[in-house]
């Protein structure tokens, strides 16, 4: 503000003399006065950390790359900058969307979904873990904040930082990329101690029209916005040459082919761009020829979204303490670093199983902390640890908090763990069993019920994950074909024969795909159709559709973990005349919900496509495809697929999910 007070006091300097001139005077004495000069201002040397965090929706690392080269970005040219990458671990509790508001949910926090709790891109979302600018405040309560986004939903998602005193200043600018520069431009004019400026035109003209001319002239306008946030931080510090200025770009999530943001795990939506004006990105790459094509999980070594906050906070001395540190990112500006750490909790519940990668030589042991305490200590080298420590007194879903240290170096992961009194595998679950799929890398029934399954189109072989809830796992994937999936054929007149039955699973997804349908045997275009379904919905959540004679019953919005083995069964009993949903999930506990089947006529819910169950699919092997709400392939997880011709009591239920035994050691 002082060189904008100057030119202020100038102003009124020269109104006055102005005014005396006009006047006339009583002094005939000509002689002028010799001219006033105005007060020099001192330059600040008052040393200050700050940050500038700029985040260009919609700018891919490859545009970025090639622009760069042709020069036609020259204010990113002055950074250094690394691919990086998104969307949390494929197929671990971390995934989440390659949307924007996830994806900025990770730039804010340094964490994932799974903690965030932040999965898609719409009004009403809340953060469940801190920001960054939380933590700066709390470090240094005199610090200001300050935030202004092109996006509404990215506005109203940290809304709540604002209301609590976290973020000083906050700008909805409703889509004007030029309000978000010159919000941004007058905060650092002011001084503040973090500016956060999001800009969206890039996105917006991608999905509009692609990769094209105008996406080529919206990124052009992104860096012109760059330079002259740049300009404003040089003019600052000229004032203020104590200063010290962190300036990163990101963005918070690639984008498809056709320039759209769909959301999906592969390598153009996963793959982001990553600046500084630092010499060096801690395992950033310059040489990105092996990091083009399909996605690699060797590239989880590579810096990510998660390690932007702690950077910032690094740079602002605000980082947590390495016992207590719970981003799953790391600093940037270190020369160790530990990536890609993750806790596992086993099926049985008795172990976690920590892994990271480590970027850097070790400067010496590994230490392993949970919930605030060391527990263990490794060589610099090692790359897992098993935690078989962990004690609880009470039943229900206990929350581990592991952090991961080598030197100044630290990651942290979160697990939950379902401890009940163990349970033994109910030997009445021998009784009316029918068919039993174990998936222990074949397909066989070990119940000799004279089931089977087969492919819809009579020719795609089964896959089978290492993985496993008990060792292997059928890894039932849905390709883009029209018809496709895979079914469970059983004996004619098996649904129509019996006055009740249990069909249950293990069942595992990363739970991104809306309106898919697990297993059934019917048109899912319409849940009134005859026959039973079970689905999965967006949320992630299970829905439990039953029907007949044009009516239907449904359980909806059970909620189930991603990437994470959870039990399922569906109970039908005609002579009582309810539906039973059953589900147990590690994380969430078990829960079972039963409903009257009212009108609904149970003669016909054996569907009328044959004697089979579609896994993957409908009954007809096309819904995937043709008229899901997420349409197109997708991969499925089953183990112990069983079917009992009667009602399984809850107990029973319980000891398929908890006993940490498969049906199939029932069998001699």
Request: charged fraction near 20%.
């Amino acid at each position: 503000m002082q060189a904008l007070n100057w030119r202020r006091w100038c102003a009124a300097l020269l109104a006055t003399s102005a005014l005396a001139g006009c006047g006339g005077s009583d002094d005939d004495d000509d002689t002028e006065a010799p001219p006033t000069q105005p007060p020099v201002t001192q330059p600040d040397p008052t040393p200050a950390d700050k940050v500038l965090f700029i985040g260009v929706d919609g700018l891919t690392y490859d545009a970025m790359r090639r622009s760069v080269a042709d020069k036609s970005l020259p204010n990113m040219a002055q950074l250094n900058a690394t691919r990086a990458w998104t969307g949390g671990v494929t197929d671990a509790p971390t995934q989440q969307p390659t949307l924007l508001a996830p994806g900025w949910a990770t730039l804010l926090t340094g964490q994932w979904a799974d903690q965030h709790g932040v999965r898609y891109s719409v009004q009403g979302e809340t953060l469940q873990t801190p920001t960054l600018f939380q933590r700066v405040k709390q470090a240094r309560p005199e610090a200001r904040s300050a935030a202004a986004f092109n996006s509404t939903v990215l506005a109203g998602l940290i809304a709540g930082q604002r209301d609590a005193g976290y973020l000083q200043s906050l700008t909805d600018c409703a889509g004007a990329d030029d309000c978000v520069a010159a919000q941004a431009r007058d905060r650092i004019t002011e001084g503040y101690d973090v500016v956060v400026a999001q800009f969206g035109a890039p996105e917006r003209v991608a999905s509009e029209n692609g990769f094209g001319s105008a996406y080529d002239g919206a990124i052009r306008q992104a860096d012109t916005a760059i330079g002259v946030l740049a300009k404003q931080i040089a003019d600052r510090k000229a004032e203020h040459p104590g200063e010290k200025w962190l300036v990163i770009v990101a963005s918070s999530h690639g984008l498809g082919k056709t320039g759209v943001s769909d959301g999906r795990p592969m390598s153009s939506n996963k793959t982001i761009l990553l600046a500084a004006n630092q010499p060096a990105l801690l395992g950033g790459s310059a040489d990105d020829a092996s990091f083009d094509g399909l996605w690699d999980n060797n590239w989880y070594a590579l810096p990510s979204a998660a390690d932007v906050a702690p950077t910032v906070l690094d740079h602002l001395k605000a980082l947590p303490a390495a016992a207590k540190y719970d981003m799953a990112g790391t600093s940037l500006a270190g020369k160790l670093a530990l990536r890609h750490t993750a806790a596992r909790t086993s099926t049985d519940n008795k172990s976690v199983t920590l892994s990271w990668v480590r970027v850097g030589e070790p400067a010496g042991d590994i230490v392993i902390s949970r919930d605030g305490a060391e527990i263990a200590r490794v060589p610099g080298t090692a790359a897992e640890y098993v935690d078989k420590g962990f004690k609880f007194e009470t039943e229900g879903v206990h929350t581990l908090n592991y952090s991961v240290a080598v030197g100044n170096a630290v990651s942290a992961a979160r697990t939950t763990v379902a401890y009940t009194k163990p349970l033994p595998l109910l030997a009445s679950l021998r009784t009316g069993l029918t068919m039993l799929f174990p998936f222990e890398g074949n397909m066989t029934d070990v119940a000799a019920g004279g089931g089977a399954i087969t492919p819809f189109d009579g020719t795609q072989a089964p896959a089978y994950a290492d993985t496993g809830v008990f060792g292997k796992m059928f890894k039932n994937d849905r390709s883009a074909a029209a018809l496709g999936g895979f079914k469970l054929d059983y004996p004619a007149g098996m649904l129509d024969a019996a006055q009740a039955f249990t069909i249950g699973f293990w069942y595992q997804s990363d739970g991104t795909a809306n309106d898919r349908s697990i297993l059934g045997n019917k048109d899912y275009n319409s849940g009134g159709n005859p026959g039973i379904t079970i689905a999965q919905w967006a949320g992630p959540v299970l829905y439990f559709n039953l029907a007949g004679g044009g009516s239907r019953v449904d359980i909806n919005n059970v909620k189930f973990t991603p990437n994470k083995p959870v039990y399922v069964a569906m109970t039908v009993n005609k002579t009582a005349k309810t539906l039973t949903a059953s589900v147990y999930d590690s994380e969430l506990g078990f829960s079972q919900r039963t409903i009257g089947t009212g009108s609904v006529d149970l003669t016909k819910i054996a569907g009328v496509y044959g004697p089979h169950i579609g896994l993957n699919e409908d009954g007809r092997g096309t819904y995937g495809v043709c008229c899901a709400g997420t349409k197109g392939p997708y991969t499925m997880y089953f183990d112990d697929l069983a079917y009992w011709s009667r009602a399984l009591t809850e107990a029973e239920v319980k000891s398929l999910a908890l006993s940490g035994k498969s049906v199939s050691e029932l069998f001699p």
